[in-house]
């Protein structure tokens, strides 16, 4: 079974930066499609951010142009670039490998985000 380790969250001020992290274990990270998703209080996980195995990015339009995600398969871990944010970005941060249009592996801890006004 993949265990998923999310870091780097914390308290920021509104227009901060912070970059997050997921290590994946598993010898098969470099060919999975991974995600990073979020969960903001009393409200259903949602997908921001997906890269492909060849690189390819995309992103929901909340976040699309201040958060950028990357990969480094040597490392087997995806990161979370968030710039300029926002009080609405304030959540639980997830990572998982997408498949098939859904979160394929069971889910790690989380790493929460808040931002302060």
């Known amino acids: 079974q993949v265990q998923l380790v999310e870091s780097g969250g914390g308290l920021v001020q509104a227009g901060g930066s912070l970059r997050l992290s997921c290590a994946a274990s598993?010898?098969?990270?470099?060919?999975?499609?991974m995600a990073w998703y979020r969960q903001a209080p009393g409200k259903q996980r949602e997908l921001v951010a997906l890269?492909?195995?060849?690189?390819?990015?995309r992103y929901a339009d909340s976040v699309k142009g201040r958060f950028t995600i990357s990969r480094d398969n040597a490392k087997n871990t995806v990161y979370f670039q968030m710039n300029s944010l926002k009080p609405e970005d304030t959540a639980v941060y997830y990572c998982n490998r997408w498949y098939a249009g859904t979160a394929y592996y069971s889910w790690g801890q989380g790493t929460q985000v808040t931002v302060s006004p």
């Open positions: 890269i492909k195995s060849g690189g390819s990015t």
């Open positions: 598993g010898s098969s990270f470099s060919s999975n499609d």
